[in-house]
C-alpha cells in the first residue's frame, strides 16, 4: 500500500512541498552562516516526496545546538512550511481518497518546524541507531 500512496502522494501534494523545502534549501546554502538548515532543508525536501514507509526520529546524540538552530530555523522558515503543510493537509481532507494523504501533511507540520535532531528511518526500524 505504500507504493500507491506514496505515488499518489507525489502528484497531488509531495513534488510542490518538496519545491518549497529545496527553495529554503537553497536560500540557506547562499548564506554560508545557514549551510546546516539548508542541509535539513534538503533532507525534509527527499522525505516530503516519498514519506510512506518512512518517519522520522529523534537523533540521540542531537543537543543544545539542534534546540538553538531549531528556534532560529521556526523564525526563518519553519512556519511559512508548516502553513503550508497545513492548507494542503485541509484541501486533501476534503476528498474521501485525500484523507491518508492529509493526515501525512498534518504528520509533516512538526517535522517542518523542529527538523534539526532529527533523522529518517524506515517505519519498520524506527529505532534503528545509524
Same mark, same amino acid.
Given at each position: 500500500?505504500?507504493? &500507491?500512496?506514496?505515488?499518489? @502522494?507525489?502528484?497531488?501534494?509531495?513534488? @510542490?512541498?518538496?519545491?518549497?523545502?529545496?527553495?529554503?534549501?537553497?536560500?540557506?546554502? *547562499?548564506?554560508?552562516?545557514?549551510?546546516?538548515?539548508?542541509?535539513?532543508?534538503?533532507?525534509?525536501?527527499?522525505?516530503?516526496?516519498? &514519506?510512506?514507509?518512512?518517519?522520522? *526520529?529523534?537523533?540521540?546524540?542531537?543537543?543544545?545546538?539542534?534546540?538553538?538552530?531549531?528556534?532560529? @530555523? *521556526?523564525?526563518?522558515?519553519? @512556519?511559512? +512550511?508548516?502553513?503550508?503543510?497545513?492548507?494542503?493537509?485541509?484541501?486533501?481532507?476534503?476528498?474521501?481518497?485525500?484523507?491518508?494523504?492529509? +493526515?501525512?501533511?498534518?504528520?509533516?507540520?512538526?517535522?517542518?518546524?523542529? &527538523?534539526?535532531?532529527?533523522?529518517? *528511518?524506515?517505519?519498520?526500524?524506527?529505532?534503528?541507531?545509524?
Amino acid at each position: 500500500m505504500r507504493t &500507491p500512496l506514496n505515488l499518489i @502522494w507525489l502528484v497531488l501534494a509531495g513534488f @510542490w512541498l518538496a519545491v518549497g523545502y529545496a527553495i529554503a534549501g537553497i536560500i540557506c546554502c *547562499v548564506l554560508i552562516v545557514t549551510i546546516p538548515f539548508g542541509i535539513a532543508a534538503f533532507r525534509i525536501a527527499g522525505f516530503t516526496l516519498w &514519506p510512506f514507509g518512512r518517519t522520522m *526520529v529523534d537523533k540521540p546524540s542531537a543537543g543544545a545546538g539542534a534546540v538553538l538552530g531549531n528556534i532560529i @530555523w *521556526v523564525l526563518v522558515a519553519g @512556519w511559512w +512550511l508548516a502553513l503550508g503543510h497545513l492548507t494542503t493537509g485541509i484541501a486533501l481532507c476534503l476528498s474521501i481518497i485525500g484523507i491518508p494523504l492529509g +493526515l501525512a501533511n498534518f504528520k509533516l507540520i512538526p517535522i517542518s518546524l523542529l &527538523p534539526l535532531g532529527k533523522e529518517i *528511518v524506515p517505519t519498520d526500524q524506527p529505532f534503528a541507531v545509524r
